[in-house]
């Protein structure tokens, strides 16, 4: 009789510690990447041939791993996982991981965790685990132009043909821009044309002549035009024009086209001192750098890492998970083997289910109210016995 009061007791305690976890839950039902928890109880003691006990505990807890709702946020460092997978963070050589992936540039321009502050991993081409630093790709250096591609027909029909701004980079990222003009000379020498190239008031700095064959398309050995632009500290860059190859009408032709010519510039390599001006992530996890230029880099890409194990993964902190046995861990990029894609602008949401955790409240409470009634019906057969025992 006296085991019922400490049986119910254990009761009432564990239904409370188990509440503990239901309301813990649904106040993170809003914490993105948070994993719900479950406590699971255990039976104290063995039975004896009577079916009785000591009553119970809570032996630990355990984490759901369902995917949550996905939440966009427009913040383009904001990411989700479709599918398998964690994110990885660094703290020292500790590896760390979540599902909630609320990163950021810090002022050191490495990617972070917003809550936490840890790295944010990356797999670089040796494949070790290393932080995202993008410090050194804030800006570009200035890149010379050297070569400008021509594609279209130039009229043989016409007399001069004139293709304007086109804009080229010397040495030091400075913009030059330049036209070309044309002028048919097939009464002279059947295929030419003679090649001007002026700068920005229209001053001639360089003329040569170029050769078609009787197919339309550029002879070799005079099929190229090259010229040299300045600089503000008075050195020169040279430049070539490429009108295309010989039997390749692809590049630059010179047929019978009437009084319309279609030459345009096709390729221009070069580009001035360039600014980073915006980064986001692909649905593979790489990081995509766009700049004041037009130019866009891909570099680093994120690292995934999945577990088959689940109950190897241990709350860390929040939603940040640690694991201790990692021999059923896969690290691997994003949409590779098996891994999960990365959703961009976006952030998963806990993956509480309220509607589980108010069946699981009135369960505890039923528990709970049934336990305490073990331990008003043995305070009563007590006080009969004591009654019993006074003679009465």
């Known amino acids: 009789m006296f085991q019922a009061f400490y049986t119910g007791l254990s009761g009432m305690y564990s239904f409370s510690q188990n509440l503990d976890v239901v309301s813990n839950n649904i106040a993170n039902m809003n914490t993105p990447g948070y994993r719900g928890s479950e406590s699971f109880y255990q039976s104290i003691g063995n039975s004896d041939e009577l079916g009785g006990g000591y009553g119970t505990q809570i032996s630990g807890l355990g984490y759901r791993f369902t995917p949550g709702d996905v939440k966009q946020t427009g913040s ?235 109950s190897a993964l241990q709350k860390y902190e929040g939603s940040i998970f640690s694991a201790n046995d990692v021999s059923s861990r896969t690290i691997e990029h994003a949409d590779n083997s098996g891994m999960g894609k990365v959703i961009s602008e976006s952030i998963e949401m806990s993956n509480v289910d309220l509607s589980k955790e108010f069946a699981d409240m009135i369960i505890i409470q039923r528990g709970y109210q049934a336990s305490s009634k073990v331990l008003n019906v043995a305070n009563q057969m007590l006080e009969q016995l004591y009654e019993s025992t006074r003679g009465r």
Request: no cysteine; proline share 1%.
């Open 76 to 310: 383009a460092t904001d990411l989700a996982i479709s599918g398998n997978g964690m994110f990885v963070l660094l703290k020292g050589d500790q590896l760390l991981y979540t599902r909630a992936g609320q990163f950021e540039f810090n002022e050191d321009n490495i990617l972070v965790d917003k809550t936490s502050g840890l790295e944010v991993a990356q797999i670089d081409n040796n494949g070790k685990l290393t932080r995202i630093d993008i410090s050194s790709q804030r800006t570009k250096a200035p890149s010379q132009t050297t070569s400008v591609n021509l594609t279209g027909n130039i009229s043989s029909d016409q007399s001069q043909v004139l293709v304007e701004d086109i804009s080229v980079y010397n040495k030091l990222g400075e913009k030059k821009t330049i036209s070309i003009r044309l002028t048919n000379q097939f009464s002279t020498v059947s295929g030419q044309w003679q090649v001007e190239v002026l700068d920005e008031s229209n001053t001639v700095m360089e003329t040569q002549t170029i050769l078609f064959d009787n197919a339309g398309t550029p002879i070799p050995g005079a099929n190229t035009v090259s010229f040299n632009v300045s600089d503000s500290l008075g050195g020169t860059t040279g430049i070539t024009l490429n009108f295309g190859q010989s039997g390749d009408y692809t590049g630059t032709t010179s047929i019978s086209g009437g009084t319309t010519s279609t030459i345009k510039v096709d390729n221009i390599d070069g580009h001035a001192l360039a600014q980073l001006t915006g980064a986001k992530f692909n649905a593979q996890g790489e990081l995509l750098l766009s700049y004041s230029n037009g130019d866009e880099d891909t570099t680093v890409r994120l690292a995934l890492a999945n577990f088959t194990n689940e």
